[in-house]
């Protein structure tokens, strides 16, 4: 059974890095693509980014100037960091298992970021 | 910004059948394969249906989806409560070089 768990910081003040971490239980880690997906309180759901095991990855062009996507294949691991983040960026961080441009079949549990003063 | 777009709430009554739309361009639905999401309160979202119509393992046969053009569709049939719900459609924009969802739907059983 695959599993995706998920942690990371969940209050940070503006011109912070946002990071989080996804480790992958079950499964094979180099058959998918890895996702990192947001949800504004209240609002929809936004791509991030992803990765896979070789470290290709694709990012929303929205946030790719803040955002990096990494891989640690050793551990079954991904990571997101999002620089300078500001109030916008407050959402439900949710990583997710998918297929490149497709869809995305397992995700994580969520982790809700707050950007205060 | 979402450019896919969707109806903000559908509703009916337990045993109906609820649709609910998508829209987007000839970059998105028009090239690439709709997926959708089911979203519960508080839990992150679900695969319903993948590559426009698959559903799944352990998804209901009550969901069906459909694609024509650039617009694309879900339905519910046999409504119960347990569907109240978000639900997102999904594709990658080859403009955008991005995934996309929709606006979202809540469906709301009366």
């Known amino acids: 059974q695959v599993q995706l768990q998920q942690w990371g910081a969940g209050l940070l003040k503006p011109s912070e890095t946002l990071s989080l971490t996804c480790a992958v239980y079950?499964?094979?880690?180099?058959?998918?693509?890895w996702s990192w997906i947001r949800q504004p309180p209240g609002k929809g759901l936004e791509w991030i980014g992803e990765i896979n095991h070789s470290g290709n990855s694709n990012y929303n062009p929205s946030l790719k100037s803040r955002v990096t996507i990494s891989v640690d294949t050793s551990k079954n691991q991904f990571s997101l960091k999002l620089n300078s983040v500001i109030a916008a960026d407050t959402a439900v961080y949710f990583c997710?298992?998918?297929?490149?441009?497709?869809?995305?079949?397992?995700w994580g549990q969520g982790t809700l970021v707050t950007v205060s003063s | 910004q979402s450019v896919l777009t969707q109806p903000p709430s559908a509703s009916g009554t337990p045993g109906q059948r609820v649709t609910i739309s998508c829209s987007g361009s000839?970059?998105?639905?028009?090239?690439?394969?709709v997926n959708w999401y089911q979203q519960l309160p508080g839990t992150a979202p679900k695969l319903l249906i993948h590559t426009y119509s698959l559903r799944p393992s352990g998804v209901s046969d009550r969901f069906a989806a459909s694609k024509s053009g650039t617009s694309a569709s879900l339905a519910i049939s046999g409504l119960q409560s347990e569907d109240e719900a978000d639900y997102y459609c999904a594709a990658w924009d080859d403009s955008l070089i991005a995934y996309v969802f929709g606006t979202g739907t809540k469906v709301t059983v009366l």
């Open positions: 000839s970059s998105n639905l028009g090239r690439n394969t």
């Open positions: 079950g499964g094979s880690f180099s058959d998918y693509y």
């Open positions: 997710a298992r998918g297929y490149s441009g497709s869809y995305y079949d397992h």
